[in-house]
Structures are given as C-alpha cells and as structure tokens.
C-alpha cells in the first residue's frame, strides 16, 4: 500500500514524537512544519523529513493525505477547518480548544469533506485502560456507583530535548490552554466520560502550589458527576512520582487500574486480595505509534478507536466547567458552559 502523506503542523515537545512515531509505523511519510527554523533545521536532519516553514503555504503547494495539529489549544479549530476544507484528514492534538467557538462549524466541516476527524487523547490506544474497561463493560461487577482517580507527576521533567522551556510555551497562560485542568486532567477526564458517560457537573478547587516560573493551577481536586456516579478526581504536576491509580467501585466489586505498575485488577466482595492482571513494560512511543497506526487504520476504512470531535467537545465542555467551578467556588453544570 502507497505510504500515506502526513504534514505534522507544530513540531515542539508533542509535534516531534508524532513525527517520529508516524514514521515509525512504516505507512507514512512524514513532513515537519513549524514557525522555528532553528527547530526545523535539527528535525529534517535527524529525522531526513521534508519541511515547511508555513503550513497554508504547504498545503496550498502539495496534496496531503492527512495533517497532524500539535500547536497550541486555541490554534487548533481554525487550522482544522482549513485542513478539512484542503480535503485532509486531521488528527488534532488535545484538549480540542480552550473555547468552544468554531467547534460546531468544525463537525460541518468534517462532514462537508467527507474527512476523518480525530482526537489524539491517546488513552484510548492504552492496552491497560482498554483491558479494564472491557471488564467494567462487561457488567459482571453491576453498575460502577464511585470513581476515585489520584495522579501526579513531574512535569517540568517531561519534555525532550529540542522542546521549549515548558514555561515559554501554551502552558503558561489557560488561554492557549496552559494549566493542569486543560494539560492534564483532560487525559483522564476525556478517557473517564468513555467508560462512565458524559460528566453532568463539577465542583473544582485548584490553585498553582509549586512548578516554578508560571502562577497557572498545577494541583486540582474535582468532584464530578455523571448521572447517579460519582467521580472524585485529585492531580499535581511536581510529585517527584510519576504514579496514575484510578479505582471504581461498584456494589459488588471493585477495579483497580494502576498506570506505573502498568497492571489492573479486580477484587470481588468477599475476596482477600486483588486479582492483578499484569502488561509487559513499553516505552512512552509505543502508544503513539500505536495511535498513529489506529489513525491510519481508520482512513483505511478500519473501525474508529480514537476520540471523536464530538467526545472532545464534551470533554472541553469539562474543562471550562472546571475553570469556571474553580473561579467561582461553586458547583457548574457542563451544559451551561459558554463559549
Ligand atoms: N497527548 C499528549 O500526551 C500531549 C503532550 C504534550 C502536549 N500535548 C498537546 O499538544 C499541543 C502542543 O504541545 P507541545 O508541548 O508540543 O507545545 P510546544 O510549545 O512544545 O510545541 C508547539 C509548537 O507549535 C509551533 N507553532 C506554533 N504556531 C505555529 C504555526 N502557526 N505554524 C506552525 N507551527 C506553529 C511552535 O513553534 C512550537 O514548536 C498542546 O495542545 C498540548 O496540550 C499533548
């Protein structure tokens, strides 16, 4: 099969892994586009990728199978219209936007063009989540009644080499979708609302308690609903662990899913200890590659498996509840939220 052209427009921190992880499914050929030259000049070469300094320019010059946005948040629905209205497909990196204007013009577009559109919250491509899931979908537990997530991590660690100090970047200001509700919890928010439903509400408290040279929240506790379940969600970006625990709770039985010791398990009322299901150890690229290969998949035809435009307009309808919970300390329903 003729190998699938892929434009990665964006190529910091998250740009550069697509890039590379596209590559490395062996069914694209990739080409770089950023504003930075210095940055473009490193990636042709340690990579041998074509490039391009001005993406409307590229794609007005050469017909693209698919385009890859890894900007930041509030670039991401205008230059997913003009990719759809160019007749590519789009892979649009998360939260969707740090505002819900443009995103019902953007489903249009999709569906004018007759182009897939996708989400890259990459959990979905998780084994471990996926794996758990299945068994909550199962049924055999009975209805899920009380969720409760606990994450953390260094984030100032996170970043590779050529990528932007993370304080110069979209993280530093909420309006291009900086802070841990829109960085962060959106992740787990967006892959929670895949196993639970849509959140209805959320009472949020957050507040920046220590990543330095920014004064966005890096700490978040959030009390969620959807529907009769209850979800309770606690995150920070400067543990020193990098440790994900998510646990629901039924009537009948509880599912442990646990990120870093890449294991989930089951524990029955009446058992004594958890049932553990283990997974084989896997570098951070591995589910890029394979999100880069289930985006593929699904232009081929295949069933979608990544997060469709309208799941993320529900998860940013989260994020700005949780903005606006937090700014007025009181409960905000996720269908009130304006634009
Ligand atoms: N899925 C994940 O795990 C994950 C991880 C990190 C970031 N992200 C998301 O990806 C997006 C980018 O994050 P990042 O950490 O890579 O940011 P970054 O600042 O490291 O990279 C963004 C890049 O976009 C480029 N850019 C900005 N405007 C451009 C334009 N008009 N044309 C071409 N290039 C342009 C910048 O020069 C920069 O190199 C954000 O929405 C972020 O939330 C997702």
């Given amino acids: 099969m003729a190998l699938l052209s892929v434009l990665i427009i964006g190529c910091g921190s998250i740009g550069e892994r697509h890039l590379r992880c596209f590559q490395l499914t062996g069914r694209a050929q990739v080409t770089a586009c950023d504003t930075r030259p210095a940055l473009l000049a490193i990636l042709g070469q340690t990579y041998q990728v074509a490039t391009a300094a001005d993406w409307e320019q590229a794609l007005a010059q050469q017909s693209f199978d698919a385009v890859v946005i890894c900007t930041p948040a509030h670039l991401h629905v205008p230059m997913a219209r003009r990719v759809l209205q160019h007749g590519c497909h789009v892979l649009i990196e998360k939260p969707l936007s740090q505002s819900l204007a443009g995103v019902e013009e953007l489903r249009q577009a999709r569906d004018l063009a007759k182009r897939h559109a996708a989400v890259a919250y990459v959990l979905h491509v998780n084994p471990l989540l996926l794996q758990a899931r299945d068994f909550l979908r199962s049924g055999e537990f009975g209805p899920v009644r009380h969720v409760t997530v606990t994450t953390g991590q260094h984030f100032p660690s996170m970043r590779p080499a050529h990528a932007a100090h993370y304080a110069q970047t979209y993280y530093r200001d909420r309006k291009t979708g900086g802070g841990a509700i829109q960085d962060a919890l959106t992740h787990l928010a967006n892959w929670m609302e895949s196993v639970v ?49 998510l646990q629901f709770n039924t009537a009948t039985g509880s599912v442990k899913i646990e990120f870093h010791r890449r294991r989930w398990g089951i524990f029955r009322l009446g058992d004594s200890r958890w049932n553990w299901h283990e997974l084989p150890p896997a570098d951070r690229d591995a589910l890029f590659i394979e999100q880069a290969n289930a985006f593929i998949d699904q232009i081929e035809g295949q069933p979608a498996r990544l997060c469709t435009l309208e799941a993320a307009q529900q998860t940013l309808r989260f994020n700005l509840a949780a903005l606006a919970s937090a700014d007025s300390s009181a409960r905000v329903h996720c269908t009130q939220v304006m634009a």
């Fill in 197 to 245: 439903g849509a959140t209805d509400s959320v009472l949020c408290d957050c507040s920046h308690q220590v990543v330095p040279d920014v004064t966005v929240e890096d700490t978040v506790n959030l009390s969620a609903r959807h529907g009769d379940i209850l979800v309770n969600y606690t995150l920070n970006q400067f543990q020193a662990p990098n440790e994900t625990t």
